[in-house]
């Protein structure tokens, strides 16, 4: 168990029973996935809250062996007295654009994981080589349930929880909530990861991996890239304590400070 000072990031007084589990890039790692959802299943055993909220920040799909049972069991998941939210990453918005009609980023997505989404799909990705874009566009539409593009259709770009920003990849420094650019919430690295700046709340996102939950007084950084490390993370996040759940080590720690 790992303290410090408690930090200034907290939830409003009325809501100190109010805990969020803000999930990890998954990309595809359904194994991971199903054992981190039964650690906070038991950590909510462990330390029961009133309301709870999963959020999930994004690239579902990709690189890993499994993105469509992944977005099935998502897209039917349930736990009584939890809601779920989930935030559009870079590798959904791909997959959204080809699914709507723009074939010119077929092939980059195939190099960035989108062969190991499409396969497991049971669409052979090297096939589609051989096919014009119209065709290569059905094929993957075909391979794709409606019910798959739907539900990421209605994903979010952004969940504010107290204290608490959550994006996929992060936000463009001086530069205020509502004027965010969606390329930059999906797609941004520098100058956001390098900027000290206080943005009014502190910016939890996936997107940049790290070998372990990265802790800045202004961000929080958890994708610790399960698809490769075989670590999945969940941050948890209830008054003023955070602590990190995660397929790595059997037990949670407790993250009330400000690290490196």
């Given at each position: 168990?790992f303290?410090?000072?408690p930090?200034?990031?907290?939830l409003?007084?009325?809501?100190?029973?109010y805990?969020?589990?803000v999930?990890?890039?998954v990309?595809?790692?359904l194994?991971?996935?199903?054992e981190?959802?039964?650690?906070?299943d038991?950590?909510l055993e462990?330390?029961?809250?009133?309301k709870?909220?999963?959020v999930?920040?994004?690239?579902?799909?990709d690189?890993g062996?499994?993105?469509?049972?992944?977005i099935e069991?998502?897209r039917?998941y349930r736990?009584?007295g939890?809601?779920t939210v989930f935030?559009?990453g870079?590798h959904?918005?791909v997959?959204l654009?080809i699914l709507?009609?723009d074939?010119?980023h077929?092939?980059?997505?195939l190099?960035?994981?989108?062969?190991?989404c499409l396969?497991?799909?049971g669409?052979d990705?090297?096939?589609?080589?051989?096919?014009?874009?119209a065709e290569a566009v059905?094929?993957?539409r075909g391979?794709?349930?409606a019910?798959h593009s739907r539900?990421?259709?209605?994903?979010a770009d952004?969940?504010?929880?107290?204290d608490y920003?959550?994006?996929?990849?992060?936000?463009?420094p001086?530069?205020?909530?509502?004027?965010?650019?969606?390329s930059?919430?999906?797609w941004i690295?520098?100058p956001?990861?390098g900027?000290r700046?206080?943005?009014g709340f502190?910016?939890?996102h996936?997107?940049t991996?790290t070998d372990?939950?990265?802790?800045r007084?202004n961000r929080?950084?958890?994708?610790t890239?399960?698809?490769?490390?075989?670590?999945?993370t969940a941050?948890?996040?209830?008054g003023a304590e955070?602590?990190?759940?995660?397929?790595g080590?059997p037990?949670?720690?407790?993250?009330?400070?400000?690290l490196?």
């Open positions: 168990m303290r410090k000072t930090p200034r990031s907290r409003p007084e009325g809501a100190r029973n805990r969020a589990y999930i990890g890039d990309h595809g790692k194994d991971l996935l199903e981190l959802l039964a650690k906070i038991r950590d462990r330390l029961p809250a009133k709870v909220v999963l999930f920040v994004g690239d579902l799909i690189r062996p499994d993105s469509a049972a992944v069991l998502l039917t736990r009584p939890a809601k935030i559009l870079n959904e918005e997959m654009r709507d009609g074939a010119s077929i092939g980059q997505w190099k960035f994981g989108g062969a190991q396969a497991s799909y669409l990705p090297a096939g589609l080589a051989a096919l014009g874009e059905a094929a993957i391979a794709i349930p019910e539900f990421l259709h209605g994903f952004s969940f504010r929880f107290g920003l959550i994006v996929h990849a992060g936000i463009r001086g530069v205020g909530l509502e004027q965010q650019l969606q930059d919430l999906r690295r520098e956001f990861l900027d700046s206080d943005h502190v910016v939890v996936g997107h991996i372990g939950v990265e802790v007084p929080i950084g958890i994708d890239g399960a698809y490769a490390s075989g670590v999945l941050l948890a996040i209830q955070r602590w990190v759940i995660d397929t080590v037990a949670s720690s407790t993250l009330t400070g400000t490196g």
